[in-house]
Nanobody
Framework: VQLRESGGGWVQAGGSLRLSCAAT????????MAWYRQAPGKQREEREL??????????NYADSVKGRFTISKDSAKSTLYLQMNSLEPEDTAVYYC??????????????WGQGTQVTVSS
């Protein structure tokens, strides 16, 4: 398993969670790593890109999470993180860790984790 997520769970609105994604070293050095989420009732093709981080550390966020979520990585541990603060019920989803040595959009090179459930209650 190249990507393994942990840290999901249940939290009340306004709370925080930190997701972790342990990667094998060869995947961790990918051009891009990211977090996607799939909301209830949505199909795989409708997964939303939440946050991404380049090999050099450049980050980008979906407008819906800017100012609340922070993506980071620890090279010594080959681990990707997503710190989620001020959580809202709309953040409820299965969160997936993603990596691609070529960049987002090169589907044949995609790596996906198994997903971790995040549930935010109002």
């Amino acid at each position: 398993v190249q990507l393994r997520e942990s840290g999901g769970g249940w939290v009340q609105a306004g709370g925080s969670l930190r997701l972790s994604c342990a990667a094998t070293r060869d995947v961790f050095v990918s051009k891009v790593m990211a977090w996607y989420r799939q909301a209830p009732g949505k199909q795989r093709e409708e997964r939303e890109l939440v946050a991404q981080i380049s090999k050099l550390g450049t980050t980008n966020y979906a407008d819906s999470v800017k100012g609340r979520f922070t993506i980071s990585k620890d090279s010594a541990k080959s681990t990707l993180y997503l710190q989620m603060n001020s959580l809202e019920p709309e953040d409820t989803a299965v969160y997936y860790c993603y990596a691609n040595p070529m960049g987002i959009g090169y589907q044949r090179y995609d790596y996906w984790g198994q997903g971790t459930q995040v549930t935010v209650s109002s």
